[in-house]
């Protein structure tokens, strides 16, 4: 008899602007890719309406029960979160970081790829050679969400607001832990940490000690320590030097935008929040915003959300597949078929239908 289907359960959670277009991008190719595995495996989609659109109607950005209603899948697609008439502290804190947050999604893993084709600014070249991936630590730092307003007491004029990044032992010792393991999946096994351990003297410190001690544990693996302002000019001037970067929050934040520039667009990186442990399900998205300057007009370039599809393959234990999809990706780019971002005319569907052709 033939071996049973493996359905995996997902949520599609578009929300915002371009979102939409690339979801619905996302879901064309998965199901494109589980009609051609002959019955080896099948997507169940469940979509939900949430984001600001939903703010608007009922005044919060999911409901009240929605990490009930998401936890029981095997895997969250998300689109993109924002709008110009919600406040992006208020979108982001009740959708996005509520989901990262609560099923404790600590590792956001944002590779740099770079397409054959699509020229990049760093030296006017495609420069398909460079692969690198930033590992942001997703649950702490920075974005922690720790201070407060008015502090000073004093009224208007005299505010005083507190921003405090919370760094644990443990927060940081398994995020870097984690970069180490992928590391040694990979050709280059060297892991570059980033801080700014010079100026920020106690957080900082702690994650580059806490990196020298498990530094130990890997004596295979290449390690650096490098400022963040350091790193942010070697992206540019010597990014053949890297492998896997590991950060905190925002630092990994910024370094990622500027990777996926690097690469020639924003639209084209993709991102995976995971639960390791997987005691939660973990999330796949763009790194991009919804682009309420292109949105609904169908310019959109699907190619993170589509990488972020294969991210999901791999979460999956599906590696064959997944390289498929990376594999039809940079082939339709190759062949010229571009959205206006990287330099094109093509529209999202096209992109699109010619990834779906490219599987076929
Ligand atoms: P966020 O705060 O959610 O990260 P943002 O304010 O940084 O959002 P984006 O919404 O990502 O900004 O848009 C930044 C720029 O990149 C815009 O000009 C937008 O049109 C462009 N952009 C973003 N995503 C895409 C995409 N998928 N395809 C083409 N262009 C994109
Ligand atoms: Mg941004």
Known sequence: AAPATRTFRIAAIPADGVGEEVVAAGRTVLDALAAGSGGAFAFDWTEFPWGCGYYAETGRMMPADGLEQLRDFDALYFGAVGWPSVPDHISLWGLRLNICQNFDQWANVRPVRFHPGITSPLRKADHTELDWVVVRENSEGEYAGLGGRNLSGRGPGNEVALQTALFTEHGCERIIRFAFD????????????????????????????????????????????????????????????????????????????????????????????????????????????????????????????????????????LPAEATRLRDAIDATAAAGIRTPDVGGTAKTTEITDAVVAELG
């Open 182 to 317: 992928l590391a040694r999946q990979r050709p280059r096994k060297k892991v570059s940490s980033v801080t700014k351990s010079n100026a920020q003297q106690y957080g900082m410190v702690l994650w580059d000690e806490v990196f020298e001690r498990v530094a130990a544990d890997y004596p295979d693996v290449e390690t650096e320590s490098v400022l963040v302002d350091a790193m942010a000019a070697k992206f540019v001037l010597k990014p053949e030097d890297l492998s896997v970067v590991v950060a905190s929050n925002l630092n990994a934040d910024i370094l990622s935008d500027l990777g996926s520039a690097l690469a020639g667009s924003l639209g084209l990186a993709a991102s995976a929040n995971l639960n390791p442990e997987r005691r939660f399900p973990s999330m796949f998205e763009p790194v991009h915003g919804s682009a309420p300057d292109i949105a609904g007009q169908g310019l959109a370039n699907p190619a993170g959300a589509l990488g972020s599809a294969a991210l999901m393959l791999d979460h999956f234990g």
